[in-house]
């Protein structure tokens, strides 16, 4: 699902040299954050904001997650002026940042960047935006880790779990590549061949097979 920024003033403070706050609204354009609405307790999601760059601004510094009070994401880019002549453009940044919840409850995600356009004198000033993440017990199943990346000869245990909750499952546990990836009847997957992505480990009830998840698998180099 993807959204867009719903702001208001606040402050970012401790840049590092070299870097900068993220612009996340630039003029009338709003960052665009990809993000699930809803997601499971104890599941890994990943969080997708494209900021403003351009210019000196070029890449990701850094993406800080601040668990203080509530979820706060501060996005920071790297700026590089040492060449002495940068770019008049506008391109797009993406920050990734990896969450995950463990209750059930209304989650507010807030992001810290600054805005360009809507001042007084060209200033940039600071600017947080929210969104909303349910965390809800939904039904299919739960493979964990929901990803993982492996060198060949490594291997992963991979457990998966109903919800609602199933009195004594029983797994059918299939690969995307059994050459590449082989995952035996207990959930345990080794790299055979690599490197390789896009590769997945499955299971599904054997009592209802349509009730199925799947992990992410990447083979990297050694």
């Known amino acids: 699902m993807v959204g867009v920024l719903a702001a208001a003033c606040s402050v970012i403070t401790g840049s590092d040299q070299g870097e900068e706050p993220a612009l996340i609204r630039y003029y009338s354009q709003d960052a665009k954050i990809t993000m699930p609405d809803t997601v499971n307790p104890g599941q890994e999601f990943v969080v997708k904001i494209a900021t403003f760059g351009g210019g000196c601004t070029r890449s990701v510094s850094r993406t800080v997650v601040d668990r203080t009070l509530g979820t706060s994401l501060y996005l920071y880019n790297r700026t590089n002026r040492s060449t002495g002549v940068c770019t008049a453009d506008l391109i797009t940044i993406e920050h990734e940042a990896v969450l995950k919840f463990d209750a059930v409850s209304d989650q507010v995600i807030r992001f810290f960047g600054t805005n360009r356009g809507a001042e007084t004198n060209g200033k940039t000033v600071e600017w947080v935006g929210e969104r909303i993440v349910k965390v809800r ?3 299919g ?20 779990t109903a ?5 004594n499952p029983r797994w059918t546990w299939t690969s995307s590549d059994p050459v590449a990836v082989p995952v035996d009847s207990t959930g345990f997957a080794r790299a055979r061949q690599g490197p390789r992505s896009g590769l997945t480990v499955c299971a599904a009830l054997v009592s209802d097979p349509a009730m199925s998840g799947c992990a992410s698998v990447v083979i990297v180099p050694p």
């Open 137 to 139: 017990k939904i039904p």
């Open 141 to 160: 199943v739960l493979v964990v880790p929901t990803s993982t990346a492996m060198a060949v000869g490594q291997s992963t245990q991979f457990t998966a």
């Open 163 to 167: 919800l609602p909750a199933v009195t």
